[in-house]
């Protein structure tokens, strides 16, 4: 006898006087998040100028010669080291146990040293970028002050608020956010139509995402050549140069629990920073100061010229900027791995572009992005987003879309390039 299959009753949707209470705080949180985000930017950005510009010229050194590098970097691994020691808070938890987002609320203490230690490493040139700590940071406050001043609303709205106005605050666009949380999302029991769960914090995104552009004007696009119309071989291209990027960056991952561990073992960070420090210092001596800092602004200098140096140099700067990243996400700095994930992936896509003329540079950066992020952070959309928007070629989508498959067949189910507290990677 035949059985009806039974499906049960979609949950039903959020009325619109539950959504509308929700617009000001929301629209609150997206302002205050991007100006922390800015101002923290804009402070970091004018001491670099300092510590690297104003400074070496007073003292007759050259800006970016090996024993400035060597000596900024190894500096910089002290004061984070003596924040991380004295400041009330220690500068949040050890860093290498936190993902994008998804931790608990830290307690408004810490915020002082965790962003004063952001900021330094910012502007000191360690291979990290802030959007960790700013996440961090916006998440602690707007939980803080939002059970305060609105107690009504639930904490977690007030959490999930503060992550996607700082994901849109950082990109400049909501739609980083929107495919950040329809991925966190998924793998939830549905409470209702996905929009409503992503309504209040879609306005966070935006306002984010319009202040920092009002405010900053920021730009991801490297003004690469457009690709034109996609053939078989840039099929075929997009999937081996993702999927030997992914290959890559997984190198760093299976190395990271044990790079830490062996920093872990110096038991203080009087040491380990330092230590850290002076490694990095080391490596841009090897990789040139292209290597240094978050990425952003210096894969841009690589997009301007793609063929202003050899397949080698391009790998060069590849592997030395993915060692950097390895030793600074262990060593202790406070930091995010995305943006210098970025450059490591431009890097290896020109490289691949130097070694086969055929693979167009659009093409073999945002490839290379791609696999290099699914590696790092094993963030499908926000992956996909942030290499397409790169090269901001309609063509190109389609392709990534492809490439991506075998690429996230190397990653997933793989260790991650995060820890659990007693050291073990988390999967």
């Known amino acids: ?47 670099q100028n300092v510590l690297w510009q104003d400074l070496p010229d007073a003292l007759g050194i050259g800006r970016y ?94 959490i999930a608020l503060a992550e996607a106005a700082t994901i849109g605050a950082l990109f400049g666009t909501p739609v980083a956010a929107a495919l950040l949380l329809s991925e966190a999302l998924a793998g939830q029991q549905a409470k209702g139509p996905l929009w409503d769960s992503v309504f209040a914090p879609l306005v966070a995104a935006g306002a984010g995402a319009i202040t920092t552009t009002l405010v900053a004007h920021p730009t991801l696009d490297l003004g690469l050549p457009p690709l034109a119309r996609p ?23 299976y190395a990271f629990p044990y790079v830490h561990g062996a920093f872990l073992r110096l038991r203080h960070p009087m040491v380990a920073l330092p230590a850290g420090g002076l490694v990095l210092g080391l490596l841009a001596a090897l990789g040139g100061h292209l290597t240094l800092f978050k990425g952003l602004d210096e894969v841009g200098d690589l997009a301007k010229d793609p063929d202003g140096w050899s397949a080698g140099q391009f790998l060069t700067m590849a592997v030395v900027k993915l060692a950097a990243l390895l030793v600074a ?23 691949a572009h130097a070694l086969v003329s055929a693979v167009p540079p659009a093409l073999g950066v945002a490839a290379g992005v791609l696999g290099m992020l699914l590696a790092i952070t094993r963030q499908g959309w926000v992956s996909l987003f942030t290499a397409a928007v790169l090269v901001a070629s309609p063509a190109i989508i389609a392709l990534l879309c492809i490439a991506s498959l075998p690429a996230w067949l190397l990653v997933t189910g793989r260790p991650q390039m995060q820890l659990h507290e007693d050291g073990t990677p988390v999967r």
Not at 105 to 119: E, I, R, S
Not at 334 to 348: D, K, Q
């Open 329 to 351: 996400a262990s060593c202790g700095f406070r930091g995010g791995r995305i943006f210098p994930s970025v450059f490591i992936g431009a890097a290896f896509g020109l490289f």
């Open 65 to 158: 010669s090996v024993l400035w590098m060597i000596i900024m970097l190894t500096c910089t691994g002290v004061l984070v080291g003596l924040i991380v020691w004295k400041v009330p808070g220690h500068a949040g938890p050890d860093p290498a146990t936190l993902g994008l987002g998804g931790a608990p609320p830290l307690a408004p203490a810490v915020l002082p040293g965790l962003l004063l230690a952001t900021g330094l490493m910012l502007a000191g040139g360690p291979s990290l970028g802030p959007e960790n700590p700013i996440i961090a940071s916006n998440i602690a406050l707007a939980y803080w002050l939002g059970r305060r001043f609105v107690p009504r609303l639930p904490g977690g709205l007030w």
């Open 231 to 253: 053939g078989w071989t840039d099929v075929l291209a997009a999937m081996v140069v993702a999927a030997a990027a992914a290959a890559l960056g997984m190198v760093a991952v």
């Open 1 to 47: 006898m035949a059985h009806d299959t039974v499906h049960p009753a979609p949950a039903p949707a959020t009325p619109a006087r539950v959504l509308l209470p929700q617009i000001l705080p929301a629209l609150v949180v997206g302002v205050a998040a991007s100006l922390l985000f800015v101002g923290v930017s804009a402070l970091a950005g004018k001491l």
